[in-house]
């Protein structure tokens, strides 16, 4: 990422301290040096955004097991007019966390954030396959719960999470099993939001935009026609989701990210274009891609846009004028 934001700026996230969106938020200079501020919930983390309580919110919206994290897209798409300033991808490593001495035999019970046990299912059934599972808000208070019960002598001797290296040491509790999760690359991405009013970020070369498509009316070849602007233009599609609406049901909008910023002339034409032909297009947010690869894509894809234009006008200058 090379979004910086001031010193002096709030950053809220998902609390409380030792979750995997603190790791992701420390592992970036530009955001690490803000002040960070652990809440209770992602709805919490952005109407405060919102409401202008904190500066910025910092939330993870998908990994690479579990998909999409809905809450964060939901309140994105139809509850808040935020946008998305940049992301961050993080490898993630999963452990298995509890009092010092607990044998794998013992635990009975696992607690954790529900997309982070569905991330460890395969390890859960291998090795604990009667566990029980209980949900968390977060892999850092599941951590915290369960560190609170064990230094105030009211652990079970039964009950273990699911949860970070830095939330174990956090807590006072140690790792049992290491590298739980069931893919070597498990990765979450997360994204930092803002108001529209502190700005889009400038273009990098290597940028990304999410937009959302509503459809005017649900018949054959909307969702080709939709596609067919980006195809069009050989702008490259990253993601490509369907929400249900929330007016009625088997209505669905769409959720797109594509490489490309808003300032690409490119991008810009095929914005237009949308926003002509759809019901609504609700721009989420141009920002620095995580990652290296794409710039050459778009390069390209802009000097052919370029090339066009200038043939277009070419021949638009030999129209004659009205006799």
């Known amino acids: 990422m090379t979004v910086v934001v001031a010193p002096e700026a709030t950053i809220g996230f998902l609390g409380p301290r030792g979750t995997f969106t603190e790791e992701a938020l420390r592992s970036e200079a530009g955001l690490a040096r803000a002040r960070l501020v652990p809440m209770r919930s992602f709805v919490h983390v952005m109407s405060s955004v919102a409401s202008g309580e904190i500066d910025y919110g910092f939330l993870a919206i998908e990994n690479s097991i579990e998909g999409t994290v809905s809450v964060t897209l939901d309140q994105l798409v139809h509850e808040q007019d935020l946008i998305i300033v940049g992301e961050v991808v993080l490898p993630v490593t999963q452990n298995l966390v509890g009092p010092v001495g607990l044998r794998l035999a013992d635990v009975k019970r696992v607690v954790s954030f529900p997309h982070a046990t569905g991330q460890c299912r395969a390890w859960l059934t291998a090795h604990l396959p009667d566990v029980e599972e209980v949900a968390a808000t977060s892999t850092g208070e599941a951590v915290r719960q369960l560190g609170e019960a064990v230094n105030g002598d009211r652990h079970d001797g039964h009950t273990a999470a699911i949860g ?102 490119v991008v810009a034409d095929c914005l237009r274009d949308l926003h002509a032909m759809l019901r609504e297009l609700k721009f989420l947010g141009s920002y620095p891609a995580a990652g290296a690869h794409g710039a050459d894509v778009r390069a390209r894809a802009g000097e052919r846009w370029e090339a066009a234009d200038h043939w277009i006008d070419d021949l638009r200058r030999q129209v004659l004028p009205p006799e």
């Open 164 to 265: 970070t290296a830095l939330a174990a040491s956090l807590y006072g509790l140690a790792v049992l099993a290491p590298e739980i999760e069931d893919h070597p690359d498990n990765t979450t991405r997360f994204v930092l939001i803002a108001r529209p009013d502190k700005g889009i970020p400038a273009p990098t070369g290597h940028d990304k935009t999410s937009v959302v498509c509503f459809q005017s009316a649900d018949h054959p070849g909307s969702l080709h026609g939709i596609l067919g602007q980006f195809s069009a233009r050989d702008l490259n599609l990253v993601k490509l989701e369907s929400r249900p609406t929330k007016q009625a049901l088997g209505d669905y909008c769409f959720i797109i990210d594509f490489e490309g910023h808003v300032a690409d002339e």
